[in-house]
């Protein structure tokens, strides 16, 4: 776990996105939409149906879709699956991540080596839009945003059709039960 809290490593990771140049070494499926700046490494493919926009870093050996939805400022790192149907909201994830189908992903950090079942929703908005606090080194913090979603730890393992709430936090090795709602 990083000392930096999750709320400070997605503006730092958006401002280094912003500075993103157009860089293909993998395969975009004619059928898939770039709008924005996509880097994309070696090994990668973007399969049919997928919709890119914003300043999108994927790393190496990643399988993205089909139909999935990558918008903001999002990192992919090494060796990850973003499946069909999963889309992926100004996030951070690290390398072995592996989210199959049909899961929503916003304003997020995910940790390596982390496998999230079908049908996730990792909630990043308040129903009266307040401030999100998290729990973050043993204190409950003001995050300066209304937009957050959660920090999953290293080894992490997400049964399908988990809800995790905004602002929680999944220690490493977590593992929830499928049909969870994760109030952390």
Known sequence: MSNVPPW?????????L???RPDCRGTVHPLAVV?????LGEGSVVKAGTVIEGHVRIGRNC???????LRGHVSVG???????AVEVKNSLLGNKVFISHLTY?????IENDVNVGGGCIFSNFRHDAGEIRMP??????P???????????????????CVILPGRVLPANTQTYPGTVYKG
Request: charged fraction near 20%; hydrophobic fraction near 30%; charge should be negative.
């Open 105 to 109: 992903v916003g304003d997020s950090v």
């Open 78 to 84: 090494d060796n990850c699956v973003l499946g069909n």
């Open 18 to 20: 912003e500075q993103l």
């Open 143 to 161: 995050t300066g945003t209304n937009k957050l979603g959660c920090y999953v730890g290293d080894h992490c393992r997400i049964g399908c059709k």
């Open 63 to 69: 399988s993205i879709g089909p139909n999935a939805y």
């Open 136 to 141: 973050w080194q043993g204190e409950l913090c």
């Open 8 to 16: 400070q490593r997605l503006q730092e990771s958006a401002a280094e």
């Open 35 to 39: 709008d924005g700046v996509l880097e």
